[in-house]
C-alpha cells in the first residue's frame, strides 16, 4: 500500500462523509469515526482513509486507485502528497519497500531549554520561580506530545518530569533541559512499521 496525503478545503469536510460512503463505496469504522474502509471482493483490505482536520490520510493499494478518482469527482484536493510529507507535527516518510517511518525531529527542535541563570544553577534545591515554572510547564506540555506521537524512549523521564509540576526545584529545571538536548540530539529518531501493521488494521475494521 503506498501513502499519500490530500489536502481537502475545510468547507469540504462535513460532506466528505457522504461521498467516501456513497461515492467510493467505503465503510465508516465504527470506532474510529473518522476512519474508513474499502474491502476488495476477495475480502481484503485494499485502502484506508483518514480525516485529519482538513487533510485526508490514505494508504491504499495501486490497483484501488480507482477509489481515489471516484471521491475526486465530488471533492476538490489542493496540494498532494505521496510518501514523502508532513502531517500534525509528523515528518512522514515511505519507502521502496512500503515501510513507513515517522519522526517529529521539527517540533523537537523547537523545544527551547529553560533559563537557569549561573546563580539559580548553584541552588538545586531552591523552588522555581514563577517565569521558571511557566517555562517548565511549556516543556512538560510540548515535550508528552513528542514522546507519545514518535518518541518512546522519552516516556520515562518526560513522566518524572510531569510529576513535579507542584514541587519543582532548580535542580527539575535541570532535569528538564538534558532531557530537552538528548531529545534534540536524537531527534531523528525513527518510529516506523512495515505491512505486518495491516494485520492489526484487520483486526480491528472486521471486529464487528
Given at each position: 500500500?503506498?501513502?499519500?496525503r490530500?489536502?481537502?478545503?475545510?468547507?469540504l469536510?462535513?460532506?466528505?462523509e457522504?461521498?467516501?460512503?456513497?461515492?467510493?463505496?467505503?465503510?465508516e469504522n465504527?470506532?474510529?469515526?473518522?476512519?474508513?474502509?474499502?474491502v476488495?471482493?476477495?475480502?481484503?483490505?485494499a485502502?484506508?482513509?483518514?480525516?485529519?482536520?482538513?487533510?485526508?490520510?490514505?494508504?491504499?493499494?495501486?490497483?484501488?486507485?480507482?477509489?481515489?478518482?471516484?471521491?475526486e469527482?465530488?471533492l476538490?484536493?489542493g496540494?498532494?502528497?505521496w510518501k514523502?510529507?508532513?502531517?500534525c507535527g509528523?515528518?512522514?516518510?515511505q519507502d521502496?519497500?512500503?515501510n513507513?517511518?515517522?519522526?517529529?525531529k521539527?517540533?523537537?527542535l523547537?523545544?527551547?531549554?529553560?533559563?537557569?541563570?549561573s546563580v539559580?544553577?548553584k541552588?538545586?534545591?531552591?523552588?522555581?520561580?514563577?517565569?521558571?515554572?511557566?517555562d517548565y510547564?511549556?516543556v512538560t506540555?510540548s515535550?508528552?506530545?513528542?514522546?507519545?506521537v514518535?518518541?518512546?524512549?522519552?516516556?520515562?523521564?518526560?513522566?518524572?518530569?510531569?510529576?513535579?509540576?507542584k514541587?519543582a526545584k532548580?535542580?527539575?529545571?535541570?532535569?528538564?533541559?538534558?532531557?530537552i538536548?538528548?531529545?534534540?540530539?536524537h531527534?531523528?529518531?525513527?518510529?516506523?512499521?512495515?505491512?505486518k501493521?495491516?494485520?492489526f488494521f484487520?483486526?480491528?475494521?472486521?471486529?464487528?
Amino acid at each position: 500500500m503506498e501513502v499519500r496525503r490530500d489536502r481537502r478545503t475545510f468547507a469540504l469536510l462535513k460532506p466528505a462523509e457522504n461521498v467516501l460512503a456513497d461515492v467510493a463505496g467505503l465503510k465508516e469504522n465504527f470506532i474510529l469515526k473518522a476512519c474508513y474502509h474499502f474491502v476488495d471482493k476477495a475480502g481484503q483490505l485494499a485502502a484506508v482513509l483518514g480525516s485529519v482536520v482538513d487533510d485526508l490520510l490514505v494508504a491504499i493499494r495501486p490497483d484501488h486507485y480507482w477509489v481515489l478518482e471516484k471521491i475526486e469527482t465530488k471533492l476538490i484536493f489542493g496540494k498532494k502528497e505521496w510518501k514523502t510529507f508532513r502531517l500534525c507535527g509528523r515528518e512522514i516518510v515511505q519507502d521502496s519497500d512500503f515501510n513507513v517511518t515517522i519522526t517529529c525531529k521539527h517540533t523537537t527542535l523547537k523545544i527551547g531549554e529553560i533559563n537557569i541563570t549561573s546563580v539559580r544553577n548553584k541552588t538545586p534545591d531552591a523552588d522555581v520561580t514563577p517565569a521558571e515554572l511557566h517555562d517548565y510547564m511549556s516543556v512538560t506540555g510540548s515535550l508528552p506530545w513528542v514522546a507519545r506521537v514518535c518518541r518512546a524512549d522519552l516516556s520515562y523521564n518526560v513522566s518524572q518530569l510531569q510529576q513535579h509540576k507542584k514541587d519543582a526545584k532548580v535542580r527539575t529545571l535541570r532535569l528538564a533541559n538534558k532531557v530537552i538536548r538528548f531529545a534534540k540530539a536524537h531527534a531523528m529518531f525513527v518510529s516506523s512499521c512495515s505491512l505486518k501493521l495491516l494485520i492489526f488494521f484487520r483486526i480491528i475494521f472486521f471486529w464487528i
